[in-house]
Nanobody, 132 residues
């Protein structure tokens, strides 16, 4: 059974940085280079929002306008981990962040990046809180 583990969240001041990690359980034999990996976030009272995606298969990435130029997604195949580097954090970035993996998705397909049912596996979420 594939399990994704999202980590790296925490409390940070406005303008600060955090790096989130999404790792797959080694025992599963799962490798990210076969999947697209998306990062989502959800804050209280709001819908879950897709903010970034990377697909190693075709080398495409996606960023929501709200995080473009501030967040960077990357994959380390040796570590079997996908990272989300978040810089210049804003108060509105406060949310629970989730990673998810999809066998069929290519991140250049913007119409599907934000569709939850596109993804086969989900991590449990990590809280990011940005304070003033």
């Amino acid at each position: 059974d594939v399990q994704l583990q999202a980590s790296g969240g925490g409390l940070v001041q406005r303008g600060g940085s955090l790096r989130l990690s999404c790792a797959a359980s080694a025992a599963s034999g799962f490798t990210f280079d076969d999947y697209a990996v998306g990062w989502f976030r959800q804050s209280p009272g709001k819908e879950r929002e897709a903010i970034s995606c990377i697909s190693e298969v075709d080398g495409t990435t996606f960023y929501a306008d709200s995080v473009k130029a501030r967040f960077t997604i990357s994959a380390d195949n040796a570590e079997n981990t996908v990272y989300l580097q978040m810089n210049n954090l804003k108060l509105e970035d406060t949310a629970v962040y989730y990673c998810a993996a999809s066998w069929s998705l290519r991140c250049g397909n913007k119409a599907l990046v934000g569709v939850s049912t596109t993804y086969d596996y989900w991590g449990q979420g990590t809280q990011v809180t940005v304070s003033s």
